[in-house]
């Protein structure tokens, strides 16, 4: 009998659940029957699930990453609440434990890997820039934007965002470590970018106002 699909998909989580574990502790160098073992199942099966190494490595990093650009959606019908809301979201992901242990071990590990850094590249951050890129362009042409470059203005408010944070906490120095904190300079670089590149004519909400004025 044919396994189930919500056992499929057990047996898909916990593979790459032991993926991530064993790349933290060991780096990208980990082997394939390492992940089995850790698993609980045969190498065949990884293979069989992931295809290859390069495959489970996406599929991790789409695990890691994958919820931060799939949280803000293409249209952004309500720009500025859409992006406080991917600000916060993508702080709040950057300051988790498990996301700074990753960035200390793949910026260790993953240059002697040329093609597997350039697919954690287009799978984590070339992925979220296309995304508010996405988002940005549908503003630009809703008139809400003035028109420009809009990978340009993603991966420039993306830098906005993440400032020296991500560096401090790869040396093990304090970041924003309290929610206040990350919202606070989530707001701060949303109505900069704001303020910046919206057309003169968008009429801002009073709440933003304030802000901008104080």
Known sequence: MPASPASTSKRHQRMREAAI?????????????????????????????????????RSVVNELLGPIGASLATDCE?????????????????????TITAVR???????????????????GALNIQQRLAECLNAAMQRGELR???ALALAEMLLGM??????????LGLG???????????????????????REPATTFPSSTRSRMSS
């Not at 309500?78 to 300051?95: N, T, V």
């Not at 793949?106 to 850094?117: H, K, N, S, V």
């Not at 965002?161 to 790869?170: A, E, H, K, S, Y």
């Not at 970041?175 to 590149?197: M, N, Y």
Request: hydrophobic share 40%.
């Open 21 to 57: 574990e064993l790349m933290f502790e060991m780096g990208y160098a980990v082997s394939m029957d390492a992940v089995a073992q850790r698993a609980g199942c045969s190498k065949q099966t990884v293979y069989a699930h992931f295809g290859n190494k390069e495959g489970l490595f």
């Open 78 to 98: 309500d720009l500025e609440a859409a992006l406080r809301s991917f600000a916060r979201a993508h702080l709040e992901h950057l300051a988790e434990p498990r």
């Open 105 to 123: 071990m793949l910026t260790t590990d993953i240059a002697r890997f040329p093609e597997e850094a350039k697919a954690l590249f287009n799978a």
């Open 147 to 149: 028109q420009d470059d």
């Open 161 to 170: 965002l993440v400032g020296f944070d991500i560096d401090r906490r790869r």
């Open 175 to 197: 970041g924003r470590d309290t929610l206040q904190q990350r919202e606070e300079w989530a707001d701060r670089a949303i109505d900069s970018f704001l303020r910046a590149h």
